[in-house]
């Protein structure tokens, strides 16, 4: 079994795998789209963490895909199924690696669709920011998950663009600057 990561998934794996391989899936954007109010956020003051929405064919999202070993499907996905439990679903979709010597392959991800009830919708991103910098939840601040999945995809694909990632990332660091919440620094360069 694969499972693809867009998300928490890139730098938060804490499940067994045996070997993964960087890449992406077309048809999709990764949007902060979903409310998070058991990891990032509370009911009270929910977090935004991503899904994917549907785009053009030529629209690609690149994550980091898993190997997950056969004696170990059914613990991950049980332990994902807890995890993602916010309103993801698990669903099949074709992988395409970034290395042409490996062919695109069927695998599982995690979606949160538009009927689920933490779904957020559009926000502009001004808006979105506010939001992340005023939340935390049982697995911390919602600017960590931010900043962990901007790093994260700089580190891996460098190459990729993901205006809304990178934009909200610039957003917060800003926000927190004008609120003195951190000294003046470089912003990050995409
Ligand atoms: N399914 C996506 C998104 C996963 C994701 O970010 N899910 C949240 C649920 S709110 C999560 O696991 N968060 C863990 C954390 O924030 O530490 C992925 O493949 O990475």
């Known amino acids: 079994m694969w499972v693809f990561g867009y998300g928490s998934l890139m730098w938060k794996v804490d499940f067994p795998y045996?070997?993964?391989?960087i890449g992406y899936i077309k048809g999709y954007q990764r949007r902060f789209y979903q409310f998070s109010t058991d990891h990032r956020g509370t009911p009270e003051n929910p977090g935004r963490v991503v899904t994917l929405v549907p785009a053009s064919e030529?629209?690609?999202v690149y994550g980091i895909a898993y190997k997950i070993k056969d004696?170990?499907?059914?613990s991950v996905i049980?332990?994902?199924?807890y995890r993602e439990k916010g309103g993801y679903e698990r669903k099949f979709v074709t992988f395409h690696p970034k290395e042409d010597s490996m062919e695109p392959f069927?695998?599982?991800i995690y979606l949160a669709s538009f009927d689920n009830p933490n779904y957020a919708g559009?926000?502009?991103?001004?808006?979105i920011a506010h939001q992340v910098v005023q939340s935390v939840g049982p697995s911390g601040p919602n600017i960590d998950y931010v900043c962990n999945l901007a790093?994260?995809?700089r580190k891996v694909v460098p190459?990729?663009?993901d205006d809304h990632l990178f934009k909200l990332e610039a957003n917060i660091l800003k926000l927190l600057q004008q609120e003195g919440r951190i000294k003046d620094i470089a912003q990050p360069q995409n």
Do not use: F, N, P, Q
Request: net charge negative; glycine share 0%.
């Open 106 to 108: 069927e695998m599982t």
């Open 71 to 74: 004696a170990d499907v059914d």
């Open 151 to 153: 790093e994260i995809m």
């Open 122 to 127: 559009h926000a502009e991103i001004e808006e």
């Open 18 to 21: 045996s070997e993964k391989v």
């Open 78 to 81: 049980k332990h994902l199924d």
């Open 58 to 60: 030529d629209s690609r």
């Open 159 to 161: 190459e990729a663009e």
